[in-house]
């Protein structure tokens, strides 16, 4: 079966440092690959996702994540983080046909 | 509106008692998951739905139980043999081409 591995709980980061949240996956095959944020307080919303093609993908907010088919990794990035970044991501990914997994999620927290 | 209801906000249950939690959706999408949201464990599947009248387990379906008997409605039932079942449950739909979940608000669930 499938899972997901995010391999940072907490990440503290000053305003304008640049973010990298690891993912990894353990199933290959034709996959899709989301990263879902959840700011305080509110409801999951979806940051970017890949199905096919470019394998660096930009999402909103300034993020982006490259998938690294050999690694199994797919990666989220943002240059210069803000206050407002502050929140849990999560990983997800799903194989064709099957329910969407997720990783335990990492949470970010930017300091002044 | 379009969109996913989930009902009631907040749950709490008393020891041995079945509860049911709602979720209703407008968005004629035929896939339906149940997602449990524990801190530091990301988002757990615990029932999922691809078509009325079927459903299937996820990775945590003990103490759980579904119905799906209207493509509109998917309601998850947390029964007595749930030993642990203070978590924030997330009832989610996908469309078709599977692009994206769509998430309802979800429902807190508490044991008194």
């Known amino acids: 079966a499938q899972s997901v591995s995010q391999h940072n709980h907490h990440v503290i980061l000053s305003e304008a440092a640049s973010l990298e949240l690891g993912c990894n996956y353990s199933?290959?095959?034709?996959?899709?690959l989301f990263w879902y944020v959840q700011y305080p307080g509110q409801h999951l919303q979806l940051l970017l996702k890949?199905?096919?093609?470019?394998?660096l993908v930009k999402g909103i907010k300034g993020f982006e994540a490259e998938f690294i088919k050999s690694k199994f990794s797919f990666n989220l990035r943002k240059p210069s983080v803000q206050w407002s970044d502050t929140a849990e991501y999560f990983c997800?990914?799903?194989?064709?046909?099957?329910?969407?997994?997720f990783g335990k999620g990492t949470r970010l927290s930017v300091i002044a | 509106d379009g969109g996913i209801t989930q009902s009631p906000k907040y749950l709490f249950r008393k020891e041995g008692q079945n509860v049911t939690l709602s979720c209703e959706q407008n968005?004629?999408?035929?896939?339906m998951y149940w997602y449990r949201q524990d801190p530091g464990q990301g988002l757990r599947l615990i029932y999922y739905?691809?078509?009325?009248?079927?459903?299937q387990k996820g990775d945590i379906a003990e103490g759980y139980s579904v119905s799906r008997e209207k493509k509109e409605s998917f309601p998850l039932t947390v029964t007595s043999a749930q030993k642990n079942p203070t978590a924030f449950y997330l009832c989610a739909t996908l469309p078709d081409r599977g692009e994206k979940l769509f998430f309802g608000s979800g429902t807190q669930l508490s044991v008194l």
């Open positions: 199933y290959g095959g034709t996959v899709n």
């Open positions: 890949y199905f096919s093609g470019d394998p």
């Open positions: 739905s691809q078509i009325v009248n079927d459903f």
């Open positions: 997800a990914v799903n194989n064709l046909g099957t329910p969407l997994v």
């Open positions: 968005l004629n999408h035929d896939a």
